[in-house]
Structures are given as structure tokens and as C-alpha cells.
């Protein structure tokens, strides 16, 4: 049968500036950023490919353009009492998947996405729909591992946040009753909200990463979305509708249009977290910018009498708390930075320098080797035959 060979080849590079800017005296090791890391696992991992089938109806298209003789025996097998449904077919897809995407990490940063199939459509899809898999999932995994880290920041910024509170009221009901006359002359300084539970901050602060990352993501599908219409228009004010060129910039729009994995990943974790915070009891959190989550504190030491031992210790653990805060405040700071540099820096870091082609022609059979290879084959047991006849009959003494 007929074999048809599609490729696709992405340019991973880092981009070591922009994040240096962003957090210079971060220690970084050398392979820290490596874009092709895992690349092979990312596209080939199991509910990939079957998001990956689902998507594109590999099951539908793998029926409606099987070969004769493929079709003749699948009839047989069925006659024989061995029917396949169509969650045992779509294993049989997936594991040749396996087999047939092959996905190679170069030396220079260059992941290529390769994909062999006799249907030249169908592997064009694949590979166009591989290809922008592992685009999505290295987006929304840059993005979601940084927006873990800063919800654990703030977690741990909430937990200080309460122990903050909690140490200046004690200290606020000590000096009340060590100088009342004093204190009531000057009210305490206004204090933020603070989060009653602090599972409910850290998962406040994941759903707004994953929200952000949604955003990022479908900003990103409608950008490249953009960039097809626009190469669609050129190529048809050169070409015909039928020309190939013109039918891949279609399909690859219409691979866009289809539901992702990623996005739909997202929205799932983002639903899940909505209920898990509304089971809790949580609802959204207003807080004010880092610079002022900590002049209420600062605030409220600047009225306190130092000159008063009797409140030294108090002072000191406020004082210490304080620092906890400012310091995780910054560390969340950095994050965000972070965050917005690797989104900013991902349209550099990766681009697909080769992009997948509609096949013109197939590589298996090659007709001139197939010839060629008979007329030797064919040669070669004419004089095999010929031997063998006069071996039989005895004309061949030595």
C-alpha cells in the first residue's frame, strides 16, 4: 500500500535575557530553561494521543479510507465472530500512533515531529495537530508551574498575614491596658482583610493562575488563528481553491477550531477549584496592592511608645513577622515577574521553522525501485532456474 510521510520541524531555543532581566540574582543551573526537555514524552504520552484522535476523528477517517484488502479482512474477522467496538479500535490507532509519530530532539534545539500513514490527509493532521499540542502544553506548563509556586507563596503570605494580625492585636490589648489614657486618643490604623482559612487563599491564587493561563492560551490559539486567515489570503490570490497549499492553511484553521486538550484541561481545573472553593465557604478575597499589605503593620509600630520595656518583646515579634511578610511579599513580587516574562518570552523561545506540508507523493513504493529491483530479481532467477534444471539432469558434473 501506499505511504505518505509528513514532517514538521520547531525551533526551541532559550532566551536566557529576558528572565535574567526579570530576576537577576535568582542562581540558575545550566539546563534550567531547557525548551526541548521531555518533548518526546509530551506528545506521545497516553491521553495526549487520545485527545489527539478525539480531535482530529482519527477512528472515523481511518474507516472511511481503509484499503480493500484491509477492508476484506476486517469483513472476514468480523464474519468469524470477533467484532470490534470502537473503544478496541481506537486502542489499535493509538498504539500505531505510538509506533509511527516519531518525535526527535537535535542538537540545535530542534524538536521534529515525523508521522507516516497511507491516507496523505490524515497524517497531515496528525502531524499539524501534534505539532500544536506540544506548543499548547509547553505554554501551559511554563505557566502553571510558576502559578504553583506563587500559590504556595501565598499560602505561606496568608499564614504570616494571620500571625501578623493576631501578634498586633495582642500587642494593641497590652497597651491598651498599660496606657489607656494614651491609646484612646489614637485609633489604630485600618487593617486589611485577611483570609480566614489559608486553603482557601492558596486555591484562590491557583484559580487565578489557571484563569490567567487560560487567557494566555487562547489569546495564543486566537493569534495563530490570525496568522492562517492571513496566509489563507495570500495564497488564494495566487493559487486556486484546489491547490494544495491553499487546502493545508485550510485544514490547519480548521485544526485550530477544534476543542484543545489543553484549553479544555484548563477550563476543567479551573471549574473543579471554583466548586472545591464555593464547598469551602470561600469567596473572592480583595487585597491591595504588596506595598500596601504591610503600612498597616508599619503603621502600627511608628504609634507605639519604644521607650517602654514592659512591650520590647511584643515589638520584637512584630517586628519579625513583619519582615516574614515584606519578604514573601517580595518573593511573590519576583514570581509575578517571572510569570509575565515567560509569557512575553514564549513567541521566541519557540517557532516552527518548518511547518507541515500537504504530501504530493508518497514515499513507499518507490515505482523506479520497484522496476528496477524486478528486472534484477527476474534476471537473476532466470539464470538460478537455469542451473538448477541442469543440476537435475546430470549435465553438471563438477
Request: hydrophobic share 40%; proline share 6%.
Amino acid at each position: 500500500p501506499k505511504r505518505y510521510q509528513v514532517q514538521a520541524r520547531i525551533l526551541a531555543q532559550r532566551n536566557a535575557v529576558m528572565t535574567t532581566l526579570s530576576n537577576p540574582g535568582l542562581p540558575r543551573p545550566y539546563d534550567w530553561d531547557a525548551p526541548t526537555r521531555a518533548a518526546r514524552e509530551t506528545v506521545l504520552r497516553r491521553d495526549n494521543l487520545v485527545k489527539l484522535c478525539e480531535q482530529i476523528g482519527f477512528v472515523d477517517k481511518y474507516l472511511a479510507s481503509r484499503p480493500p484488502v484491509v477492508e476484506l479482512r476486517d469483513w472476514v474477522v468480523e464474519r468469524l465472530g470477533h467484532v470490534r467496538t470502537r473503544a478496541d479500535l481506537l486502542d489499535t490507532l493509538i498504539d500505531t500512533l505510538e509506533r509511527r509519530l516519531w518525535v526527535e530532539v537535535g542538537g540545535e534545539g530542534t524538536v521534529t515531529i515525523t508521522f507516516q500513514w497511507s491516507d496523505k490527509a490524515v497524517a497531515y493532521q496528525v502531524v499539524e495537530s501534534a505539532t500544536q499540542s506540544f506548543l499548547e502544553a509547553r505554554h501551559a506548563s511554563e505557566l502553571s508551574e510558576m502559578g504553583e509556586s506563587l500559590a504556595i507563596l501565598e499560602s505561606h503570605a496568608a499564614r504570616v498575614e494571620q500571625d501578623l494580625k493576631a501578634s498586633a492585636d495582642r500587642l494593641d490589648a497590652k497597651e491598651r491596658a498599660v496606657r489607656r489614657s494614651m491609646t484612646a486618643a489614637r485609633p489604630p490604623p485600618r487593617r486589611p482583610r485577611v483570609a480566614s482559612d489559608l486553603e482557601i487563599a492558596r486555591l484562590q491564587a491557583l484559580l487565578e493562575t489557571k484563569r490567567r493561563a487560560l487567557a494566555d492560551l487562547e489569546t495564543f490559539r486566537a493569534r495563530r488563528f490570525s496568522e492562517l486567515q492571513a496566509q489563507l489570503a495570500q495564497q488564494e490570490s495566487v493559487y486556486a481553491d484546489r491547490h494544495p497549499a491553499v487546502q493545508a492553511t485550510r485544514q490547519n484553521m480548521d485544526s485550530l477550531q477544534q476543542p484543545s486538550p489543553q484549553v479544555e484541561a484548563l477550563r476543567s481545573e479551573s471549574a473543579e477549584l471554583e466548586r472545591e472553593i464555593a464547598r469551602r465557604g470561600g469567596a473572592s478575597l480583595d487585597r491591595a496592592p504588596d506595598a500596601e499589605r504591610t503600612d498597616w503593620a508599619e503603621a502600627f509600630l511608628s504609634r507605639l511608645d519604644d521607650s517602654d520595656p514592659r512591650l520590647e518583646y511584643e515589638r520584637g515579634q512584630l517586628r519579625l513577622l513583619l519582615r516574614q511578610y515584606a519578604a514573601l511579599l517580595d518573593r511573590m513580587f519576583s514570581a509575578r515577574m517571572e510569570m509575565d516574562t515567560a509569557e512575553a518570552a514564549f513567541k521566541y523561545r519557540y517557532s516552527i521553522i518548518s511547518p507541515p506540508q500537504m504530501p504530493k507523493r508518497p514515499i513507499k513504493p518507490n515505482p523506479v525501485l520497484v522496476i528496477v529491483g524486478g528486472v534484477l530479481g527476474g534476471i537473476a532467477f532466470g539464470l538460478f532456474a537455469a542451473a538448477a534444471a541442469d543440476v537435475r539432469s546430470g549435465r553438471i558434473l563438477e
